[in-house]
């Protein structure tokens, strides 16, 4: 008669980038008679997410410091503890997280948000996947699990530019190129501004570009109202060569 539940409490982004996450693990007996439990609770983040600091409280008690680096079982918060009937115990876990896209760095620097199978559960080892792991019978395996998956926010904007057209151009020809701007965070930026520095052998006309600002005779500007999370955006300039 021994459940426990497991929830995402709050995230706080800090000045450094870093995330301050605050998870709440319940456990409670239903029964009328005294019973035990060992409590697992498992950090399978996305490789590139390092844990910087980490502890719990238990039932408001004294905190007790975590392993930075838990492994791939996790911490063991409780082990083999009597509760009494009617009863609950109350852990709260604190961490600090940030993402390491330093070179040499153990993750891929390519940060891949929460995902789920085929029977709607969280995959370990995206985003910021947690599992919770009951034991009720002392045998060294899990009867309960319960699983968080929050993300990591966080901007994160690329920029890939490239000319599409397709034969040699000669003065007074015009000239196609495209931007490409990826998405590539959790987070959906607003008023995106884009510069592209003018060579003056370029002519720029405004009518074949109604979305471009002349900043100056050198520099254009472009806004992206907005970009979803993993979405992306092409946009086109078209100037003409005026020598060569």
């Known amino acids: ?34 019973g035990t439990y060992t409590l697992r609770d498992v950090p399978a983040f996305e490789d590139d997410v390092i844990i910087g600091s980490a502890n719990y409280q238990l039932n408001s008690q004294n905190q007790n410091s975590l392993n930075n680096f838990p492994g791939a079982s996790g911490w063991e918060l409780e082990k083999k503890k009597t509760i009494s009937p ?24 390519y940060y891949q948000g929460c995902r789920k199978n085929e029977k709607g559960e969280y995959i370990a080892g995206n985003g910021l996947f947690n599992e919770s792991l009951l034991d009720v019978n002392a045998d060294g395996i899990a009867d309960q699990r319960d699983t968080v998956c929050s993300e990591f926010a966080f901007y994160d904007l690329a920029l890939k530019k490239y000319e599409i057209t397709s034969t040699t ?52 500007s472009y806004v ?13 300039l078209i100037v003409q060569l005026k020598t060569g």
């Open 1 to 34: 008669q021994i459940f426990h539940k497991k929830q995402l409490l709050a995230t706080t982004r800090k000045p450094n980038g870093s995330f301050d996450i605050e998870y709440l693990i319940l456990v409670q007996n239903k029964g009328g008679a005294v």
């Open 86 to 109: 009617f009863s609950k115990d109350s852990f709260k876990i604190r961490l600090n997280v940030l993402l390491d896209y330093e070179e040499g760095s153990s993750g891929d620097n």
């Open 169 to 220: 151009v000669r003065k007074g020809d015009y000239i196609a190129y495209r931007v490409a701007v990826y998405n590539q965070g959790t987070l959906m930026p607003k008023n995106i501004r884009l510069l592209d520095y003018l060579p003056r052998i370029y002519a720029f006309d405004p009518i074949l570009n109604p979305k471009w600002k002349v900043e100056n005779d050198t520099l254009l």
């Open 224 to 236: 992206l109202d907005s970009l979803p999370q993993r979405d992306s955006s092409i946009i086109d």
